[in-house]
T-cell receptor, first 112, second 115 residues
Framework: DAGITQSPRHKVTETGTPVTLRCHQTENHRYMYWYRQDPGHGLRLIHY???????DKGEVSDGYSVSRSKTEDFLLTLESATSSQTSVYFC???????????FGSGTRLTVV | GNSVTQMEGPVTLSEEAFLTINCTYT??????LFWYVQYPGEGLQLLLKATKADDKGSNKGFEATYRKETTSFHLEKGSVQVSDSAVYFCALRLQQSNTGNQFYFGTGTSLTVIP
């Protein structure tokens, strides 16, 4: 078990407010990822990290920022939430070169 | 570019029926191919994978063969159960650079198995 935890599991927020989602892992994996899941789009990569303070953009990074100040935590921030950011957000880690990703249980975010 | 196309759902089958979910891909380079399963309210779980042409991935009665000539990775199961009801995602992974791999996911196929 990779020990990956996302918080919160559910959140409702108002348009224009900042929101931070947290992904925590317990096994010191180098690579971490944030995805959003939307009907008809599958999973789309928002940002990823390949080490402490090392991050890069994915295909849908606009409106999102990330931070990784320590190996175990990868934070996703919506600086000013919009209704189009209503989605289910998944964090993932890569456990090794030959493996796929391991996903957290997701955060359901609703922006009203 | 890189992309994955899978058959649209939803798919509804009776218990013990044969399942096929089609998946084709477009990729630069030599991808690894994956099937993930998502049960209601949960994250994605790796179901099976294949890392090179002609490899067959298998798990829990599901199988998929990496077909380079047809750029396909169709998921099959001979006899589905109610507990197989879930959303299935096909995905490919390319080595982008030394900063990390990236996955490309299909849009998912919802399967419902009825008793």
């Amino acid at each position: 078990d990779a020990g990956i935890t996302q918080s919160p599991r559910h959140k409702v927020t108002e348009t224009g407010t900042p929101v931070t989602l947290r992904c925590h892992q317990t096994e010191n994996h180098r690579y971490m990822y944030w995805y959003r899941q939307d009907p008809g789009h599958g999973l789309r990569l928002i940002h990823y990290s390949y080490g402490v303070k090392d991050t890069d953009k994915g295909e849908v990074s606009d409106g999102y920022s990330v931070s990784r100040s320590k190996t175990e935590d990868f934070l996703l921030t919506l600086e000013s939430a919009t209704s189009s950011q209503t989605s289910v957000y998944f964090c993932a880690i890569r456990e090794g070169q030959s493996y796929g990703y391991t996903f957290g249980s997701g955060t359901r975010l609703t922006v009203v | 570019g890189n992309s994955v196309t899978q058959m649209e759902g939803p798919v509804t089958l009776s218990e013990e029926a044969f399942l096929t979910i089609n998946c084709t891909y477009t990729a630069t380079g030599y991808p690894s191919l994956f099937w993930y399963v998502q049960y209601p309210g949960e994250g994605l779980q790796l179901l099976l994978k294949a890392t090179k042409a002609d490899d067959k991935g298998s798990n829990k009665g599901f199988e998929a063969t990496y077909r380079k000539e047809t750029t396909s990775f169709h998921l099959e199961k001979g006899s589905v159960q109610v507990s197989d009801s879930a959303v299935y995602f096909c995905a490919l992974r390319l080595q982008q650079s030394n900063t990390g791999n990236q996955f490309y996911f299909g849009t998912g196929t919802s399967l419902t198995v009825i008793p």
